[in-house]
């Protein structure tokens, strides 16, 4: 079946831009996650969303960092102003329920401000 | 203090070789524990859970110690095709997320 995609798979953005990475999930999937990946780094937890219930936000870095999940499906983070810092491969997961350490990661988009 | 810790490598082994790699984490309270494995450029997928007695996965042997809050990851007979970073992840009970070393990487040398 389908796994997780991500769009676009690249992006590069001048300083100060605002960016929009998409995700969609593996249907019926309950749980997504965003992460981010520096060079070198290991993976950082950005935002948590479960069904209905309010997302887990304490990892995004700043307010210019928001995401939303529409329909419990598609889910959408945004960055505005990007400052070169934000440079780095954002991953998309989603999980099936009950399931917590079974996520299914997206190929990521790779972003670049220059 | 990082949730995880573990050495970076990169350990570069021959074909048939035995090889392992450490992580430990800080929060005494975690419950669940994984492996992953992340080829170049890809996504991470899960490699293995970790379970409190120790668990095996073909050439994988993965253990736990609590005590010390260490994680292990062996594998027997390396292949070719096992270069890729490996990635212990803990999940500390009552995170919604997974917590991810920096990983190790593995490079299989023919």
């Known amino acids: 079946g389908a796994g997780v995609s991500q769009s676009p798979s690249n992006k590069v953005t001048e300083k100060g831009k605002d960016v929009e990475l998409r995700c969609d999930p593996i249907s019926g999937h309950t749980a997504l996650y965003w992460y981010r990946q520096s060079l070198g780094q290991g993976l950082e937890f950005l935002i948590y969303f479960q069904g209905n219930s309010a997302p887990d936000k304490s990892g995004l870095p700043s307010d210019r960092f928001s995401a939303e999940r529409t329909g419990g499906s598609v889910s959408t983070l945004t960055i505005q102003r990007t400052q070169q810092e934000d440079s780095a491969v954002y991953l998309c997961?989603?999980?099936?329920?009950?399931?917590?350490?079974?996520?299914?990661f997206g190929p990521g988009t790779r972003l670049t401000v220059t | 203090r990082k949730e995880v810790e573990q050495d970076p490598g990169p350990f570069n082994v021959p074909e048939g070789a035995t090889v392992a790699f450490n992580c430990t984490y800080s929060?005494?309270?975690?419950?669940?524990f994984f492996w992953y494995r992340q080829d170049c450029r890809k996504e991470p997928k899960l490699l293995m859970s970790?379970?409190?007695s120790g668990n095996e996965d073909g050439r994988f042997t993965a253990q736990l110690n609590r005590a010390s809050q260490y994680i292990s990851l062996l594998i027997r007979d390396s292949k070719l095709s096992d270069s890729a970073t490996y990635l212990c992840v803990v999940n500390p009970t009552g995170a919604n997320n997974l917590f991810f070393g920096t990983g190790t990487r593995l490079t299989v040398i023919p």
């Open positions: 929060n005494s309270a975690s419950q669940s």
């Open positions: 970790v379970y409190s």
């Open positions: 997961a989603s999980q099936p329920w009950g399931r917590s350490y079974e996520q299914y």
